[in-house]
């Protein structure tokens, strides 16, 4: 059974760096396409930043690009998330996502397995 556990979110200033992370477990990570989803309150889950199987092809959402890096390990089937120069419109639940073979939009679907997800809150 896939699972997909968020940490490193928090509250943060507006300039400031978090890392996410996400341990997945029940599979390999190295067959799955892995990504960064956000989610604010009444808005639709949005696709952050995404990677392929083997780590070496990423797509990533206008907004962060040049501020996120996404990574992964496939040794310790983790995916990473860096953050840094946050903005207040960063603000959201951030969400882990797999899915099975080669996909690098930065759209949801319904194969996709979720985390429960983590709190990132940035301030002016």
């Known amino acids: 059974q896939v699972e997909l556990v968020e940490s490193g979110g928090g509250s943060v200033q507006a300039g400031g760096s978090l890392r996410l992370s996400c341990v997945a477990s029940g599979y390999s990570m190295s067959l799955y396409s892995m990504g960064w989803f956000r989610q604010n309150q009444g808005d639709e889950r949005a696709g952050v930043a995404v990677i392929d199987p083997s780590g070496n092809s990423t797509n990533y959402a206008e907004a962060v690009k040049g501020r996120f890096t996404i990574s992964k390990d496939n040794a310790k089937n983790t995916l990473y998330l860096h953050m840094n120069n946050l903005k207040t419109e960063d603000t959201a639940v951030y969400y882990c996502?797999?899915?099975?073979?080669?996909?690098?939009?930065?759209?949801?679907?319904?194969?996709?397995?979720w985390g429960q997800g983590t709190q990132v809150t940035v301030s002016s």
């Open positions: 996502a797999a899915i099975r073979g080669y996909w690098l939009e930065l759209v949801p679907k319904q194969s996709h397995y």
